[in-house]
């Protein structure tokens, strides 16, 4: 009987191509083994299963994706958190209407990094990218970038409080910047701010009388959480920018 070997083995001897060249078809989710895709170049496969490539494969690298997620209150952004909102970038919960043309692969959740760090408590935008480009933008040019909350809070703003939440607090012995904050409705207010510092927000909020109860991260520069329901995710689109 003849022992099992690896796909991608396999199907370089089919195609009559380099092992490199089978490797890029499986990793680009482009091989069906009996139907069904497979993603693993080290899959085991026997003489019996048929092996066949989908439509306008191609032997390519895959291309470096960034993912848009809405992380719910109560899991982790880093990735090796107790309960990691990665987790949640499944095909299951992939935003039907996502029109980024991208087909959904293991390795899109391969060297994903962290940014923008959303706390434990805080919902909203989310980031994960393999993009070095989108990297750089929010992280050694993330100062230049708006981001837009909504903040919860309970209590009794004091006298001419929402003044000095837009300009007047000052914090470590010196004056915040300027800021848009305003009231959405009695419980409410949009906070719209460029590189907050963790605790800030909760620390602003404090120093005029109110408490936050909750928070969510509605925007990043140009890109929104809107359409995206607590769990959701989509690709950022090729032609979108924050």
Known sequence: MTEPIRLAKQLAAQLGCSRREAEEYIAG???????????????????KQTLRLRPNATAEPVTPVTLILHKPTGYDANLDGPQPALALITAQNRVADDQSGFRFLK????????????GYLCSGLQVYSQD?????????????????????????????????LNHGLIHDGQPLPPIKV??????????????????QIEWMCQQVGLQVTAMKRQRIGRISVAGLQPGQWRYLYPDERF
């Open 182 to 199: 305003s009231w959405q409705n009695d419980t409410r207010l949009r906070f719209a701010l460029k590189n907050p510092q963790p605790g």
């Open 107 to 118: 390795r899109h959740l391969s060297g994903q990094k962290v940014l923008c760090q959303l």
């Open 29 to 47: 989710g482009w091989v069906e083994i009996d139907g069904v895709v497979c993603e693993d170049p080290a899959q085991r496969v026997t003489a």
């Open 132 to 164: 070095y480009r989108v990297e750089r933008k929010l992280s050694k040019e993330l100062a230049h970038v708006e981001q837009e909350f909504f903040v919860d809070v309970s209590g009794d703003i004091v006298e001419h409080g929402l003044k000095r």
